[in-house]
């Protein structure tokens, strides 16, 4: 085990046993010190992360799910059009990352609202992101969202009286992960992971935990859309769908492959609603989903009427 990752293993047991800050130097790699990290916490899928200084520049440490994530991360935040938004990586050891900590303006969904400009910037950024392809040199995927989503789910088998929905939804993937060409994928693309950099006016995506690369990517719209709430809903909704096909994305494997991102979509919905503790909601949810009374998201509307 790498000098880093024991280093911040033992970071980690004195900030969650212990409860106090640990001011001396954690490390010393190559003669360049990680001071005075702050432990900012655990994420919702277990990932750690802290504040630090890195040869004097304020950082972030974090933990990737695997090597190849990391790795993929490292390389995406290197690529000549997509590199600008990511934080820039400075060391990667093992299952973790130290990167650049980007100091800015903090998005909200409120502002890209009234500013059209910023709007386009988003659709502009999440379309670029579609748009490329990395070459993977581990020889395995950094991150399966599909698999996380059904894990998060499975926890629950025999728990809850689901079982009829798991086996439903789980049967839909088992043939159709391959419903697109591969693309870089971001699932968690949102105003609060968004800040426009104050040295190069670009902006950033600054929480990457989720950031993967799939043949499912166009799922990233639908979280996008949830993240906007209801704002982005009739003309704002038709306006960013517009610069996305403008940017060159293609939406009619939206609709092509609708029962399969569906039935994600709902994974994703139900997922979330038990690990927040609304049993009641993820009951409907499912119930739902077994009798054929999932409502069609708007997303889908939307695209069948404007883009076929």
Known sequence: MSSLTNGIKKLFSARWENAQCAHATLLELHGRPIRNPRFLGMSKLGRLSWFAYWE?????????????????????????????????????????????????????????????????????????????????????????????????FLRYKGIFPFDEAISGICSVFEDNRFVTEERISHPDLTADNLVLDDSTMALKVIDNELVTQNHYYLIDLFNTHKSFGRKLEGDLLERYLDNYVENGCDLSLLVKHKSFFATLWCLRLIGSALQAGAIRKALLLAQQYTEGRTEEHPLLQLVKRRFL
């Open 56 to 152: 004097e520049q304020p950082a972030k440490i974090y933990e990737c799910h695997n090597e190849s994530q990391a790795v993929f991360i490292e390389t995406l935040s290197k690529d000549p059009l997509l590199g600008v938004h990511f934080p820039t990586c400075l060391l990667r050891d093992g299952v973790y990352l130290v990167v650049e900590w980007v100091i800015g303006k903090q998005m909200t969904w409120q502002e890209i609202r009234r500013d059209r400009n910023l709007l386009q910037q988003v659709v502009r950024l999440q379309s670029l992101i579609h748009s490329k392809t990395l070459r993977l040199t581990t020889g395995s995927a950094p991150f399966s969202y599909i698999d996380y989503l059904r894990e998060r």
